[in-house]
Each structure stands twice: as C-alpha cells, then as structure tokens.
C-alpha cells in the first residue's frame, strides 16, 4: 500500500513552531506519511494580495488531508496597510484563509472535543459540600456548523441601495429609519437546512457511537427566532431517529453560565458557526484552554485538523518556543482518528495523558506562568521538551 500524503500549512507565528512538533510525534509512533508544504496565511496576503493562494488549494484537492497549524487575521484597515504598496487600491479584499478552506471545500462539520486528563493543574475545580474541592469530570464534544452564519462573509458597509432597499422591506429596519445608510454595518446570519440538519445528524450520531446520553443544541431561539428556531424545529425532528438519547436546548448566555455549575452533565454539543465558536472556547477552558485545545474541519472529501488557538506571533520571535504543543499534537491523533489509524491516535493521547498525570514536565501554561522567555529558568519546559516527553512515553 502506497504511502498517504499530508497537506501541512503550518501558517503564521506558532503554527510554524508546532505543526514540526506533531509531525516528530507521528513519526515516532510509526505513522509512515509524505508530508508536502502548502503556502497559507499573511505573508501571502501581504505579498501577493491572497492568504489562501490556488496552488493550496489545488494540493488539498489532490490529497484531501491536511494539518494546519495557525494563521493571523488582522481588521480590515490594518491587512488594507500591510499589503504590498503594489497591489493596493486593486480591489484586493482580505478574508480569513482558514473560513475560505472550509467554504470553499464545504468543510461544514466541526468537532472540537474537550476531554480534561486527569492530573492536568489547568483542570476546572469548584468547592463541594463542606469545603471540599471537587473536579468535575468534563467529557464534552462540540459539533459547530462551520461554514455558514455570521462566519459566512455576506455583510456590507454602507450597503449598496438594492440591498438597503430590500433590507428596508423588513419592518424591523424602521428602528434605523435615522441612521444615514454610509453610517451602517450589516452583517448578515445564514441557515440552510441541508446544513442545519447535517450538523445535527453528526452530532447525534457521535452520542449514539460513544455512548453519551444526550445532546444539547446551544443557540438562541428566543430571540433569533429564524435561524436558531430553524435549527431547533430540526433538533426536535432528528431527535426522533434517536429515541435512547435526550435532546436538551440551552441558550447560548445561559449555557455559558452553566458550564461552570456542572459541566459535567453535558456530553454533545451542537450549535451553529458563532455560537459553537463560543461555546467550544469555554468548554476547552474548563479542560486546560488553548493549548489543550484540537479540532477537525471534516467535508464530504477533504479534512483539515487544526488546534483552535491562534497564531501568537510573539512567541515565534522567543529564542527557544514556550508554547504548548499539545493542542497541535491531539489534532494530529484526529486526523489518524480520520483516516482508520485509531490504534496510533491511542497510543499518542496515553502517552499524552501519562505525562500530564506524572507532572515532572509541564509547558509554561500548566505551571501558570506568565508566558515569557524566562519561564525555561523557573522550571516549564519548552516546546521541543514537551514533544521529547510525550515520545518518550509512547
């Protein structure tokens, strides 16, 4: 059998540190892979007016599996100032790279589990009965539609009039009647059912294959009555496919409040772009945060497994990395979750979870320090230690 072949887009900042980390742990656990570059982030958009360059995206046609690291957005006046003074005023627009892949490859479905390991200092605690300190156990995986809502770029500024006119037809508009047009932003949040029902399919199908006991649609009914209604009329109608598991419906505030009462009694979350975004960055709190944190962009043919922290470019610049690999790395064990390599993906997170449980070598987050170069000389280890340690566990 032929060897398979991994798109890396290691992007900007840490996801040039990282990404080489979780390839030397695939290696080491005898994943036999060709990994080939691809060119994304803000470089290329600075250079060539494209984070997102076609020869990318021609690599990840021919190969369908890839592993990015992290990528840098900037608002649009400052990515408007960082573009080459040649390619200004040419009608170059920046988007995010990593929202154009999953658009453009229809990447629609999102997992981001948020398991915490035992023994992790980052781990949520609360006080229990007679001051005593509990650790909830968190076991939770985050379904987000991942290429609609108010991810879906279709938003205006000063809207052009046959939009202003056709927003005007809506009588909710009248509440802007004194607001000159040039003075509005407009962004716009889109449901498609076949969407809307394939997300929540996935998720329910996850409960039904890892035996959680409920799934939980995070939105905002009552408010965004349109879309968050539809996808709740779609919860309660999928939900009849699955009698044994229970379909509970939060809102996003409340849920927000609640996963910090008793995260514990949550297993499958599903909810649309925003809200998932939101939703999975608290649960990834309570489990160690960023640096724990991993995910998968998964279509009909192509997947992308990416950590969900950003590119903290500051780091890039320390002499020796500090950052906590173990995000990047659990994204690497998604992917071979992905392509039927279970038994290595196994092997990794134990060697994962052993090193946390024994806690002789921790990254500058699970110390609790303040993310310095100085903190190698009060005892964290640095990026490539923390890699050594978890091979060295295999």
Same mark, same amino acid.
Request: glycine content about 8%; overall charge negative; charged content about 25%.
């Given at each position: 059998?032929? @060897? ?17 980390? +979780? ?15 691809? /060119? ?35 608002? @649009? +006046?400052?990515?408007?100032? &960082?573009? /080459? ?24 479905? =999102? ?36 290429? &609609? ?22 009588? @909710? #508009?009248?509440?802007?009647?004194? $607001? ?11 449901? $498609?059912? %076949? ?37 709740? $009329? ?25 996963? $910090? ?6 297993? *499958? ?17 309570? *489990? ?7 995910? !998968? ?5 192509? !997947? ?9 470019? %500051? ?16 994204? !690497? =064990? #998604? ?6 390599? @279970? ?7 134990? !060697? ?43």
């Amino acid at each position: 059998m032929s @060897k398979r072949t991994i798109v890396t887009m290691p992007g900007d900042g840490i996801g040039k540190t990282v990404l080489p980390e +979780a390839i030397r742990v695939l290696k080491a656990v005898g994943f036999d892979a060709d990994y080939v570059h691809a /060119d994304i982030g803000w470089d290329f958009w600075c250079k060539e007016g494209n984070p997102l360059p076609e020869r990318t995206l021609e690599l990840l046609e021919e190969h369908k599996i890839s592993l990015f690291g992290a990528i840098t957005s900037k608002p @649009k +006046a400052e990515a408007a100032a &960082e573009l /080459d003074p040649a390619l200004r005023d040419k009608g170059f627009v920046y988007f995010s790279p990593i929202v154009g892949l999953r658009q453009h490859f229809n990447l629609d479905i =999102c997992l981001r589990p948020c398991k915490a390991f035992n023994g992790n200092p980052l781990n949520f605690i609360r006080k229990g009965k007679g001051n005593t300190i509990e650790e909830p156990n968190v076991d939770v995986a985050v379904y987000r539609q991942n290429t &609609e809502g108010l991810y879906g770029g279709v938003e205006w500024t000063n809207p052009p009039d046959n939009v202003y006119e056709a927003l005007n037809t809506h009588p @909710k #508009m009248k509440n802007f009647a004194n $607001t000159p047009k040039e003075e509005l932003s407009i962004s716009t949040r889109i449901f $498609t059912k %076949k969407a809307t029902e394939r997300i929540l399919r996935a998720a329910f199908e996850h409960a039904k294959k890892f035996g959680y006991k409920s799934v939980t649609l995070c939105e905002k009914p009552n408010v965004i009555r349109e879309t968050s209604g539809m996808m709740l $009329t779609a919860a309660i109608e999928m939900q009849k496919n699955y009698p044994d598991i229970e379909l509970w419906n939060t809102n996003i505030d409340a849920q927000m409040m609640w996963m $910090t009462k008793n995260p514990e009694t949550y297993g *499958v979350m599903v909810s649309g772009n925003m809200f998932g975004d939101i939703v999975s960055d608290g649960f990834a709190g309570l *489990v160690g945060g960023l640096g724990f944190a991993c995910s !998968a962009n998964i279509g009909a043919e192509v !997947a992308i497994f990416e950590p969900t922290h950003g590119s903290a470019p %500051k780091y890039e610049k320390f002499e020796r990395s500090i950052v906590n690999p173990i995000a990047m790395i659990l994204s !690497a =064990c #998604m992917m071979l979750d992905h392509i039927g390599e @279970k038994e290595m993906a196994t092997k990794i997170r134990n !060697a994962i979870a052993k090193v946390i449980k024994d806690g002789k070598v921790m990254a500058y987050d699970m110390m609790k320090l303040r993310g310095c170069q100085e903190v190698l000389d009060q005892g964290a280890a640095s990026t490539s230690e923390m890699t050594d340690e978890i091979i060295k566990n295999l």
